[in-house]
């Protein structure tokens, strides 16, 4: 976070080995109310018209707009100042950047990939590894493509920001495990039953822990829904809402017997299902598995129904919320494996960027050592004239094997340098050979749009 | 030299498998250390069938090491291509390392000769059909071990590892049954198939030994399962153990008197 106001806004990101060239300025819900990100974000609508505006207004080569309800980042590649990017963000909305300065991040170069990358893969997300975040760097990815304003470095993070998310997701099950007592309700019921479809739902109760209940299993595509409860008018309201039928607590036995889950959201002093209506409900089909949420405080369900030799489950609330801090710990377990696919994918992105940063150097050193042969080869055959095509195309290959023998341990070590970020030896070598100093990095294979508006 | 080392990758795949229960992303060191100690016994059994001139499977030892090999083979199949049963290897594996132990313990004994042939079409499908039915019948009973397991965890409500990483209990209850089905079958082409091997040999069929006993009796057994199933509703805990006990009763009599 930015902890001082105004004058570290007009620190200028240091060019950092690896030749990564990204920063990026922002806020999310950990570090700003929602009172503050409303006022930081872009609308929308606005996202391509600020991406066009924040491009032309500093010295960037790269503009992505990342804002969501959660998070506002601009990821700007180049070597403008965070004054620069902060001055246009408060311009552009209602954000105060000197009141609210401890709600901003800044990270430069490797840590804006590995923020990315993060962000990507849900690690930074108020429900960690949800999967919407995804869809949203994507859209600011093809949003800035469309404007123009995503430069080749831009592009090459983003797309492995975009593959950092598919693999997190693909090989671990960060984004699996319920953390609410209704997803955990459906994941129960799945983990026993497998898929829900064509299966009994009996709701005793119609309140409101019901409800909630009842309509996570009903999205999950349950077969049938039938709500029981005392008052029949209630019951009616809860079943249209998840197209269930509705009855009275006078035949919960008999709905009991066709249940295969049974979710029991009622007050009352005494359990409600007891081990004689246990007994009688499941007769003859005891091998059957059930599932009995018990919902209900004090329980509804009595003690024995699990014990009795049925194949059923009976999970009340603390039952429950202790699978849910279960859950959460597979989640934060699953995390520490996503972290490390993130950091696996910032060093391959940092020795491509690397890689990236010394191609135009060997190819100009490549390309001198190719202009020197061919003028001095054809000033030798100028005065052979007695040699034939056979004897000169001789003559032109062994020059370019000299050549290419000659260059081939510089260029591994341009190679070897640029991947451990030693930018002192590869000036040295554009200073021996006398290359231009003025390089611009290219990747192969990207495109930086010619309609850029810079 | 080849058996050391297809044990060692079984040992090592065995080991990350079961570690796989835990950490899910260590699968694909196991399926790799399986895929290399499997090809490793493939090019063993196919040196000692070309030794023996045949299938190896006339002996006990030789019996053993087909069937860890079809073992491992599974445990691949389902560890790389069984989406929901994955973790099906860390319940396999052991099985096909014990197995393969306990075979090159034995194996030395065995030396190819004449006397190890099989001879005639009808003994290959008998010997056959009856290998693939006892590895079916083992791949039901691990079925039923995952399902216990996985049942203990909820029943306890100590969701740990097996609530994450094995099939729904109904899904694993609905397989073990259509394997032990399958498995049945496999197992009455083998009876058969040795009716007609031991008609054309001495002209009889007789049920008064001790190896046609043991087939009555797991053929029996297994009926009974699936009646029990069929006609009396046995679902869940209780089906999966007696699929557990009824693969004992298979291996007592292969091992015991399995070879007649």
């Known amino acids: 976070m930015i902890g001082t106001r105004g004058e570290r806004n007009e620190i200028t990101p240091s060019r950092e080995d690896s030749g990564v060239r990204i920063q990026v300025a922002g806020m999310n819900h950990v570090t700003a109310s929602l009172a503050v990100r409303e006022r930081a974000a872009f609308a929308p609508d606005q996202v391509a018209a600020a991406c066009r505006a924040l491009i032309s207004t500093i010295p960037a080569q790269g503009v992505v707009i990342l804002s969501t309800c959660n998070r506002t980042e601009v990821y700007v590649d180049g070597d403008c100042t965070l004054g620069e990017i902060l001055a246009w963000w408060q311009d552009w909305t209602d954000f105060e950047r000197t009141q609210h300065a401890d709600a901003l991040y800044w990270h430069q170069g490797e840590e804006a990939v590995r923020h990315l990358f993060r962000v990507s893969a849900g690690l930074d997300s108020v429900i960690m590894g949800e999967t919407e975040i995804l869809g949203q760097v994507k859209h600011a990815y093809h949003i ?148 009995v949420f018990d919902l209900s405080v004090p329980r509804s369900v009595a003690p024995g129904v699990s014990r009795a030799g049925y194949e059923v489950f009976v999970y009340d609330l603390d039952n429950i919320e202790a699978v849910v801090a279960q859950n959460r710990r597979q989640r934060a377990r699953e995390g520490e494996y996503a972290e490390r696919i993130v950091g696996e994918e910032v060093e391959r992105v940092k020795e491509s960027l690397g890689g990236l940063e010394v191609g135009p150097v060997i190819r100009q050193l490549t390309d001198r050592a190719e202009a020197i042969r061919a003028h001095e080869m054809a000033r030798a055959l100028s005065k052979l004239d007695h040699l034939d095509a056979r004897e000169r195309e001789v003559l032109e290959q062994a020059t370019r094997l000299i050549i290419k023998k000659l260059l081939n341990d510089p260029v591994t070590s341009l190679r070897r340098w640029a991947k451990v970020g030693d930018h002192g030896r590869i000036d040295m070598v554009q200073e021996l050979f006398a290359l231009p100093a003025d390089v611009q990095s290219t990747p192969a294979g990207s495109k930086i749009p010619a309609e850029s508006p810079r | 030299m080849l058996k050391a080392l297809s044990l060692a990758a079984y040992v090592a795949a065995a080991v990350v498998a079961v570690w796989a229960l835990y950490l899910p992303q260590r699968g694909l060191w196991a399926r790799r250390a399986l895929a290399a100690g499997w090809m490793v016994q493939s090019w063993w059994l196919v040196r000692f069938g070309q030794q023996l001139g045949g299938l190896p499977v006339s002996t006990l030892p030789e019996w053993l090491a087909t069937v860890a090999w079809l073992v491992a083979g599974c445990s691949w199949l389902a560890m790389s291509y069984g989406r929901r049963y994955r973790a099906m290897g860390g319940f396999l594996l052991p099985v096909a390392v014990v197995l393969w132990a306990v075979d090159l313990g034995l194996l030395p004994r065995s030396r190819p000769g004449a006397e190890h042939l099989l001879h ?88 008064f030994n001790a190896g046609a006993l043991w087939a009555l009796v797991t053929t029996c057994a297994y009926v009974a399962y699936l009646a029990m199933r069929q006609f009396a509703g046995w679902r869940g805990r209780r089906a999966a153990v007696l699929l557990m006990t009824l693969f004992v009763v298979v291996a007592v009599n292969f091992v015991t008197i399995g070879r007649h």
């Not at chain 1, 249209?240 to 049974?262: C, F, H, K, M, N």
């Not at chain 2, 079409?121 to 039923?144: D, I, P």
């Open chain 2, 120 to 207: 005639g079409g009808w003994l290959l499908v008998h010997v056959g059909s009856a290998t693939a039915a006892v590895v079916v019948f083992l791949l039901a009973a691990v079925v039923g071990l995952m399902y216990t397991e996985k049942e203990r965890e909820l029943r306890l409500k100590s969701v740990e590892v097996f609530y994450y990483r094995l099939p729904a209990l109904q899904e694993m209850d609905r397989l073990s049954a259509v394997l032990a089905a399958g498995g049945l079958l496999l197992w009455l082409l083998a009876i058969g198939a040795g009716w007609i091997v031991s008609l054309s040999r001495s002209g009889t069929v007789s049920i």
């Open chain 1, 144 to 291: 800035a493509q469309a404007q123009g304003t995503c430069s080749g470095q831009l592009h090459r993070v983003l797309q492995s920001a975009l593959k950092v998310g598919k693999r997190v997701r693909t090989e671990t099950g960060i984004g699996q495990n319920a953390l609410s007592v209704g997803h955990v309700a459906v994941e129960l019921a799945e983990r026993v039953f497998g898929s829900l479809h064509g299966l009994t739902v009996v709701v005793i109760g119609a309140g409101r822990t019901a409800e909630i209940v009842v309509r996570h299993l009903h999205d999950a595509g349950v077969g049938r829904i039938a709500v029981v409860n005392r008052t029949l008018a209630h019951a009616v309201r809860l079943a249209e809402l998840v197209a269930g039928s509705a009855d009275t607590l006078d035949r919960l036995p008999e709905w009991l017997a066709a249940a295969d889950v049974v979710v029991s959201a009622v007050t009352g002093e005494s359990p409600l299902i007891t081990h004689a209506l246990a007994e009688h409900a499941f007769a003859g089909d005891e091998h059957r598995p059930r599932f």
